[in-house]
C-alpha cells in the first residue's frame, strides 16, 4: 500500500517518478527497436496511452472526479503544451487527451505527476479509476462523505499485485447519498453507503456491466459493517479472478462470471473468501482511513447573508434559470453545488479548452473553496458555493461560454468519442450528440421537456452508457452507412433498468426528427409538466413511442 | 475491417498505418510513408499488395498497425476512401468544434 495525494507524500512521489522514468525507458527502447510493438502495447496500455484513429490518446484518472485548481490548471497546461488546447472528460471520470504524440507522453506524464495525477491502470485488466458522487461532502442528502472510502480503495487497488491480471477490466463505484448518483448498477462493484439500525454500512452490488452484454448489478450483500470493506472487496476480486472466464474475452467481465454461475454459487464462494481474508487485515486500513477522514475534513464554511442573490435572480432572468438548473442542494444553507455543464449548444460534450480548465481553477480558488469535481454526465461540479457569491461566479462562467442553463435536460447529453477518434467505433456518436442539442436549443423546448437523458455510444462496448439513457443511441455500420439504433426508457438510478431497443435504425440525419417525434408524442402524452419522459414512458408503455418513431408502420 | 480483403482492379487497395512516434495517419508508396492520402499507392494486384503489406510490417520501427484497405480509384487516378472510417482517418475529426477550433487556428 502506498498513501494517496501525493503532494503530501514523498514515497508516493517517489513511486510516481519511479514509474514515469520506466515508461519513459520503454518508449525509448520502442523507438530503437528492442521492444516490439506486441510487447510494447500493454506496457503503454498500463499507462493509459492508446492509439486512436488520428493520434495516440493519453487517458489520465481523476479519482473519485475530485480535482484541485492546481490539478485543473495543470491539465490545461499539458492541454496546451503537449495536445490541441482541449481535453475530454469522460463518464468515467478521466480526461483523455486525444492529440498526444508518443514521444511526448512521458514529459507530460512527469508534469501531470508533479500535482500528483497520473495514469496508471486507466487501462488494462485492472482495478480502474474509482468513481464517486460528484456532490461528495456537500449533498443534503449524503450519510456521510464517499471520499475516504474511495481513496481507500484507491490506495488498496492501486499495483495491488494480486489484482493486476484479471479476467478483464474492474470498476469499481461508490454511493453515499439517499439518491444514487453513481449508478451503481453498471459496475462490477457497486458500493451504497447506508445505515441500518443506527449502524452504518454498504450495500454491495455486483456484475453490472453494459458492453454488449449489459447487466444491471445484483445486491450481493445487503449490509456489510463499514470496517470489512477492504477484505470483502478483496474476496470478490478473488473469487473472480479465479472463476472469471480468460477464454474469451466477451465473456471475462465480472457481470458475466456472475450470471454463469449464479449469485448464490458466486456469494457463497465470496463469503468463504471473506472469512479467510479478514484474518488477513492488521486494522492498518482502518488507520489509513482515519487520516482519510481528515484530509477530507469539510472546508470551513463561511456565512453570507443570501439577499444580493435573491436580488440578482429577481432581476436577471438569465440568471435564475441557470441556477433554477444547474444547482445542486447543500447541507449548508447558504451554500450550493454548481454543475458547470461542458454541454454549451455546439460545443462537444465532455470537452474543455485550456483556457476554461484555467478560468475554473482560478474561480474555484477564489469562490469555490478550490475544490472541483468531474461528474459522470461529463460536467465540472464546484461543490461548495457560497449563494452570495453565486451572481460573480455566473458573470465569469458566462464570459468563457460556460454557463449554459441545461444540467439534466435534452442538450445535456453524455457521448462517448464515436468515430470522430476511436478505433473501434462503428459510428460517429459526437455530430449526433450536437444536432441534437442544436435543434432542441434552436426549438427552445429544454426547459419544457424538463428531465431528459440522451446517451450515445459510437459501438456496442457501450462506453456512451446508452442501455442507461431514457433515450439511448447506439451508432452502427450497416453495409457501409452510418446507422442509429434507438433504445428507450433505460435508467441508471434509483430504478435501474435497461432501455429496450425500439425497433430499425435510422440513418445519421433521420434522428434528430426520430427524436423529436418521440418528444412531441412525449409532450403530447404526458399527463402533467412534472411527468417526465422516464415516468411517461414507464406508464404508458413502448407503444405510442413505437409509434411516433415509426409512423409508417402505425 | 481490411480482413479478407483482396484487392483487384475492380477493387484496389491501398496500405495504411499509423507513424510510431508521432500517431497520425500514413499511408505507403513505393515501400515508403506519406501523410498525403492521395498519394497512396493503389494496389490492384494481390500478390503484389501482400508483399507490400509484409514490407509494412517490416518497418515497426517507423509505424504501427499497418493494414491494407479497400479504396477507389477517383477520377483523376488518386484514391478515394472506400469506407466512411476511411474517410474519417482522412479528413480528421468531423464534429463541430473541432472544425470552428481549426479554422479559428488557421485565421490568427
Ligand atoms: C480509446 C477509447 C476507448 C476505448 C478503446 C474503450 C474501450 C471500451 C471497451 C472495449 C468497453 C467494453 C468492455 C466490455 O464490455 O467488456 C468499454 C466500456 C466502457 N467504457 Fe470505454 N473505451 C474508450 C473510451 C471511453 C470513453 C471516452 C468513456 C467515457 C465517456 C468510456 C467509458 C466506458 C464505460 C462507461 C463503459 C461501459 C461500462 C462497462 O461495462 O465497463 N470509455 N470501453
Ligand atoms: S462506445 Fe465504442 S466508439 Fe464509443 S468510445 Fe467506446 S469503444 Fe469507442
Known amino acids: 500500500m502506498f498513501d494517496a495525494r501525493p503532494q503530501h507524500n514523498d514515497q508516493h512521489r517517489e513511486y510516481l517518478r519511479h514509474r514515469t522514468q520506466q515508461f519513459r525507458q520503454q518508449v525509448q527502447r520502442r523507438l530503437d527497436g528492442s521492444l516490439t510493438e506486441e510487447e510494447f502495447r500493454p506496457l503503454r496500455l498500463k499507462n493509459g496511452v492508446y492509439l486512436q484513429l488520428h493520434s495516440y490518446m493519453y487517458r489520465v484518472a481523476i479519482p473519485y472526479g475530485a480535482l484541485t485548481p492546481d490539478q485543473l490548471r495543470m491539465l490545461g497546461h499539458v492541454a496546451e503544451r503537449w495536445d490541441r488546447g482541449y481535453g475530454h472528460f469522460t ?10 504524440k508518443l514521444v511526448d ?3 507530460s506524464m512527469e508534469a501531470l505527476n508533479s500535482v500528483g495525477i497520473h495514469s496508471i491502470q486507466t487501462s488494462g485488466n485492472t482495478i480502474r479509476n474509482v468513481n464517486a458522487d460528484a456532490f461528495a461532502g456537500a449533498a443534503d442528502d449524503e450519510l456521510e462523505d464517499p471520499r475516504p472510502w474511495a481513496e481507500l480503495i484507491r490506495i488498496w487497488s492501486t ?11 474492474f470498476k469499481i463505484s461508490v454511493s453515499a447519498g439517499k439518491q444514487d448518483r453513481s449508478a451503481v448498477s453498471a459496475y462490477d462493484i457497486g458500493l451504497r453507503i447506508v445505515e441500518r439500525d443506527g449502524q452504518r454500512g454498504f450495500q454491495v452490488w455486483v456484475g453490472g456491466g453494459l458492453g454488449r452484454t449489459p447487466y444491471l448489478g445484483q445486491v450481493i450483500r445487503d449490509f456489510l459493517p463499514q470496517a470489512d470493506l477492504l477484505p470483502y472487496l478483496e474476496a470478490i476480486l478473488s473469487v473472480y479472478n479465479l472463476t472469471g472466464r480468460r477464454d474469451n474475452k466477451w465473456k471475462a467481465r465480472i457481470k458475466i462470471t456472475v450470471a454463469e454461475r449464479g449469485l448464490d454459487v458466486f456469494r457463497a464462494d465470496v463469503e468463504a473468501e471473506f472469512a479467510q481474508r479478514r484474518q488477513q487485515f492488521s486494522g492498518l486500513d ?7 477522514r481528515a484530509r477530507f475534513a469539510p472546508p470551513e464554511f463561511r456565512d453570507a447573508p443570501v439577499q444580493g442573490y435573491e436580488a440578482a435572480r429577481a432581476a436577471n432572468g438569465a440568471f435564475r434559470s441557470w441556477t433554477d438548473t444547474n444547482l445542486h442542494p447543500h447541507r449548508i444553507p447558504g451554500y450550493a453545488s454548481v454543475i458547470v455543464t461542458l454541454k454549451a449548444p455546439g460545443a462537444t460534450p465532455g470537452d474543455m479548452s485550456a483556457e476554461q480548465m484555467r478560468l475554473v481553477a482560478d474561480l474555484a480558488e477564489r469562490l469555490a473553496h478550490g475544490d472541483i469535481r468531474v461528474n459522470h454526465d461529463q460536467n465540472l461540479v464546484l461543490p461548495h458555493v457560497r449563494k452570495a457569491d453565486l451572481p460573480e461566479l455566473y458573470e465569469a462562467l458566462r464570459a468563457v461560454g460556460l454557463a449554459t442553463a441545461n444540467f439534466g435536460k435534452i442538450t445535456d447529453i453524455i457521448s462517448c468519442p464515436g468515430m470522430d477518434y476511436c478505433t473501434l467505433a462503428t459510428a460517429r456518436s459526437i ?12 426549438r427552445g423546448l429544454e426547459d419544457e421537456i424538463g428531465e431528459m437523458k440522451i446517451r450515445i455510444s459510437g459501438c456496442i462496448n457501450a462506453c456512451g452508457h446508452h442501455h442507461l439513457g431514457h433515450i439511448g443511441i447506439l451508432g452502427l455500420d450497416r453495409a457501409g452507412v452510418e446507422n442509429y439504433q434507438i433504445t428507450l426508457g433505460g435508467d441508471g438510478y434509483e430504478t435501474p433498468t435497461l432501455g429496450q431497443r425500439a425497433g430499425a435504425g435510422f440513418p445519421a440525419d433521420q434522428v434528430v426528427p426520430a427524436i423529436d417525434r418521440l418528444v412531441d408524442a412525449y409532450l403530447e402524452l404526458r399527463e402533467s409538466p412534472d411527468e417526465r419522459f422516464l415516468d411517461a414512458y414507464r ?8 409509434a411516433a418513431l415509426y409512423p409508417a408502420d402505425a | ?25 500514413v499511408w ?3 515501400g515508403r510513408w506519406t501523410a498525403d492520402p492521395r498519394a497512396a499507392e493503389l494496389f490492384e494486384d494481390e500478390a503484389i499488395a501482400e508483399l507490400a503489406l509484409l514490407d509494412a510490417v517490416s518497418q515497426a520501427d517507423l509505424v504501427v498497425g499497418p493494414y491494407l484497405v479497400e479504396a477507389k480509384r477517383g477520377a483523376d487516378g488518386r484514391p478515394e476512401p472506400a469506407h466512411f472510417r476511411e474517410a474519417f482517418r482522412r479528413s480528421g475529426p468531423t464534429h463541430k468544434h473541432f472544425q470552428q477550433a481549426e479554422a479559428e487556428a488557421s485565421h490568427v
Open chain 1, 91 to 100: 463518464t468515467r471520470t478521466n480526461i483523455q487527451f486525444h492529440w498526444h
Open chain 1, 105 to 107: 507522453i512521458p514529459d
Open chain 1, 159 to 169: 499495483d495491488h499485485a494480486e489484482f493486476q491480471f484479471l479476467p478483464r477490466k
Open chain 1, 286 to 292: 482502518q488507520e489509513i482511513l482515519r487520516d482519510l
Open chain 1, 431 to 442: 455530430p449526433i450528440a450536437q444536432d441534437i442539442a442544436a435543434h432542441f436549443r434552436a
Open chain 1, 539 to 546: 406508464r404508458l408503455g413502448v407503444a405510442p413511442f413505437k
Open chain 2, 1 to 25: 475491417m481490411s480482413k479478407g480483403f483482396t484487392p483487384s482492379p475492380a477493387t484496389p487497395g491501398v496500405i495504411t498505418a499509423n507513424d510510431l512516434r508521432m500517431g497520425h495517419c
Open chain 2, 28 to 30: 505507403m508508396r513505393d
